[in-house]
Nanobody, 126 residues
Framework: QVQPVESGGGLVQAGGSLRLSCAAS????????MGWFRQAPGKEREFVAA????????YYADSVKGRFTISRENAKDTVHLQMNSLKPEDTAVYYC???????????????????WGQGTQVTVSS
């Protein structure tokens, strides 16, 4: 298993940008699909974006499509989430997670990912 560790959260004004990073130490990083999820206070954890092990396949939640971009650098065991045009409703704790099996549109729930980071807070002020 890989162990994800997130970084890059913070406070930003609406319309601004942030870039989250996730370093995943452990076994062969390219063998894992990676995902970003978020959880706002009082809400369930929700899918944000995911990327296949090779980086050729990506999925996004409708709420972030066109604003967020997920990418990975397998040589550095790192996955990124570039967040642009941020809105107050993007405020949440963002989690990075790893999946040791293939990635498909029906494998994007939190239960489909086995290794989780501790999360990083993103706060968007209006």
């Amino acid at each position: 298993q890989v162990q994800p560790v997130e970084s890059g959260g913070g406070l930003v004004q609406a319309g601004g940008s942030l870039r989250l990073s996730c370093a995943a130490s452990g076994r062969t990083f390219s063998g894992y699909a990676m995902g970003w999820f978020r959880q706002a206070p009082g809400k369930e954890r929700e899918f944000v974006a995911a990327i296949s092990g090779s980086g050729t396949v990506t999925y996004y939640a409708d709420s972030v499509k066109g604003r967020f971009t997920i990418s990975r650098e397998n040589a550095k065991d790192t996955v990124h989430l570039q967040m642009n045009s941020l809105k107050p409703e993007d405020t949440a704790v963002y989690y990075c997670a790893a999946r040791s099996f293939g990635l498909a549109h029906f494998t994007l729930s939190p239960a489909d990912f086995g290794s989780w980071g501790q999360g990083t807070q993103v706060t968007v002020s209006s």
